[in-house]
């Protein structure tokens, strides 16, 4: 869905650098979330976002930290990156307007994050 | 928290309709069935949700019982590009800063084939 970006799309780095995967919707949705998959894992939560001064953990969170820098943009950081850290990252929003009619989300296409 | 039982893996010819069941016996009264796919490797999409009654929309119609206990996803004339993996997903409709995660499990491996 071209209404939600991510860049980059493919990332190779060393342990210990410091990354940041970038984050861009046009949908105008408030509620941003971060997720990483892994295989055989599923979908993880790492943090979520439901205004811009609104921050908070999900069920992953040690190694990363955020910023949303705007309503349309959440940025993720690997602070020191690990190997174990190599996994598929997905940003997704969704919209509170419609929320109580349930909490649609929308993803990215995913960034491909690679620690050596 | 798993809540949902899907079959690890189906095919369909293509053409025909692709029917994929999801158990959702525990399911809470104020409880949405989601549907999503992923393309090998690409952001999962949304299908299609409903609470109760039966839904259709441009990609899919949602069949959900009457004691909500269970649902199948109607793909109505499966195509080679509907090959995907497809998570069934409970949910309760938002009522303030709940949670925002979706739980996805391990899904419905679909195949289409020629």
């Known amino acids: 869905d071209a209404d939600v970006t991510q860049t980059p799309r493919n990332r190779i780095t060393k342990t210990g650098k410091r990354i940041m995967l970038e984050c861009s919707q046009t949908k105008g949705h408030d509620r941003m979330y971060w997720y990483r998959q892994d295989p055989g894992l599923g979908l993880r939560l790492i943090y979520y976002?439901?205004?811009?001064?609104?921050?908070n953990k999900g069920e992953i969170s040690d190694g990363y930290s955020v910023s949303r820098q705007a309503q349309a943009k959440f940025s993720l950081s690997l602070e020191s990156a690990i190997p174990n850290q190599t996994a598929l990252y997905f940003c997704?929003?969704?919209?509170?307007?419609?929320?109580?009619?349930?909490?649609?989300?929308?993803f990215g296409p995913g960034t491909r994050l690679t620690v050596l | 928290d798993a809540k949902t039982t899907q079959p690890p893996s189906m095919d369909c010819a293509e053409g025909r309709a692709a029917n994929l069941p999801c158990n959702h016996s525990t399911i809470s009264g104020n409880e949405y069935v989601y549907w999503y796919r992923q393309i090998h490797s690409q952001g999962p999409q949304y299908i299609i949700h409903?609470?109760?009654n039966n839904e259709t929309n441009e990609m899919a119609s949602l069949i959900i019982t009457e004691d909500r206990k269970s649902s199948t996803l109607i793909l109505p004339h499966a195509t080679l590009r509907d090959t995907a993996v497809y998570y069934c997903i409970v949910r309760p409709a938002d009522r303030g800063s709940t949670l925002g995660r979706l739980y996805f499990g391990r899904g419905t491996q679909l195949t289409v084939w020629p």
């Open positions: 976002s439901f205004d811009v001064k609104d921050i």
């Open positions: 997704a929003t969704s919209d509170s307007m419609t929320a109580r009619w349930g909490d649609t989300q929308y």
């Open positions: 409903g609470l109760k």
